[in-house]
């Protein structure tokens, strides 16, 4: 009796066999909480994701969307490593290292993903958001100041050399306004100049005019916001805080009176300033006339989570806005940890005001994004439109 061979069954279709065009247009309209994940399916899908077709093609179709980006600091290597979050394919923890349980395994919803890193081996904690690209400015470089700056392209994930700043800094505060970076402070002598400013459409530095002596004495700004057309900044000098202002059209510095509420806030969204002090959120109207921080409702379990899974004041922790909602991040160290690890953990938070002033919040997730040393620390944590 014959038999009959049996026909190889077909290749299933492949996305990549479509025109490059079509695949580009397709993956464009993808969120880029997804473009980690597909950089691992091939190296075409690797090549596209960042490839300058794709944002074309985005910016073409008028999609953008922000996307948050941290960058850790390994003291005992002196190294930093930057990541975006993406969504997690398989639901579980990386770099776990926890004995295997008969339980379920930790799962996660999102995870920080690491990016490209640079050779740039200053740990400042001067960064500004320019677009889609992040200014990393000055030092300390091996703990001495530096004038170097270097940019990240949030798009592609690539570093470049920026013009260097005409003074050597540590740590100086900087803002944006107006199409050009203003730079404050950061030197160790009061005869330098003590602040500049960056032209990014020319990429050329200009020396601002210094403030008076008071200021010059400033060693650390607690915080800058451009404001009303002036650059505000606010600096520890005994109790209380004190704000002053430089008014770029007039080329002069100033001393504010009264409290500047957008200073107190760690992110603004909808005209609210937002702080996360202790286990509370707060909330500041900053188009009100002598308001006041109050607590927002809702979150009292998120306090608690907070601080059982290590939160404090001793632990850094970080608050942004992003896509219209609040993300609260923090370092989970626990002593008691026999792995001698901590936790980066992300809670995203929704706002709303269902009673005219009073907002109330609600937690949409709150897990794991990463498990890292205990002598990483959690240095950037910024938004980027790309």
Not at 14 to 41: D, G, M, Q, W
Not at 73 to 96: A, G, H, M, R, V
Not at 220 to 236: C, L, N, P, T, V
Request: aromatic content about 10%; charged content about 20%; some cysteine.
């Amino acid at each position: 009796m014959k038999i009959s061979s049996l026909s190889p069954s077909p290749t299933p279709p492949s996305f990549t066999l479509l025109p490059n065009e079509i695949v580009v247009n397709c993956l464009a309209r993808i969120s880029r909480l997804y473009y980690p994940t597909l950089s691992i399916v091939s190296k075409t899908f690797h090549s596209l994701v960042s490839s300058t077709e794709l944002y074309a093609a985005r910016s073409h179709l008028g999609i953008t969307e922000q996307c948050v980006y941290v960058c850790l600091w390994d003291t005992s290597y002196e190294s930093l490593q930057w990541f975006t979050l993406w969504i997690n394919p398989n639901k579980t923890l990386p770099d776990s290292t926890t004995k295997k349980r008969k339980k379920k395994k930790k799962t996660t919803r999102q995870l920080l993903a690491p990016i490209k890193s640079s050779n740039f081996p200053s740990i400042s904690r001067s960064t500004i958001v320019v677009g889609y690209e992040i200014y990393v400015i000055g030092g300390p470089i091996e703990h001495e100041p530096s004038s170097a700056v270097q940019v990240l392209d949030c798009r592609s994930h690539t570093w470049r050399n920026a013009p260097s700043m005409n003074v050597a800094r540590k740590n100086p505060s900087a803002c944006v306004y107006d199409g050009k970076i203003y730079i404050l402070g950061g030197v160790r002598m009061e005869d330098e100049s003590w602040a500049e400013v960056f032209d990014i459409k020319t990429q050329t530095w200009e020396r601002l005019t210094d403030p008076a002596t008071e200021i010059l004495k400033c060693s650390s700004i607690y915080r800058i916001a451009e404001s009303q057309g002036k650059i505000h900044f606010r600096y520890y000098s005994g109790y209380p805080l004190r704000s002053f202002a430089y008014d770029p059209k007039q080329g002069k510095w100033e001393c504010c009176k009264g409290p500047v509420m957008l200073l107190e806030s760690e992110c603004v969204m909808d005209g609210v300033g937002y702080l996360w002090t202790d286990t509370r959120l707060l909330s500041y109207d900053l188009q009100s006339t002598g308001g006041y921080w109050r607590g927002v409702k809702g979150l009292d379990s998120l306090g608690a989570k907070y601080m059982r899974n290590g939160g404090s004041t001793d632990n850094t922790t970080k608050l942004v806005s992003c896509g219209g909602k609040l993300y609260l991040i923090w370092e989970g160290y626990m002593n008691h940890n026999p792995n001698n690890r901590k936790k980066i953990w992300f809670a995203e938070i929704a706002v709303e005001k269902p009673n005219g002033d009073e907002v109330w919040g609600n937690v949409e997730w709150v897990d794991v994004v990463r498990s890292v040393p205990t002598s990483c620390d959690l240095l950037h944590c910024l938004v980027v439109s790309v």
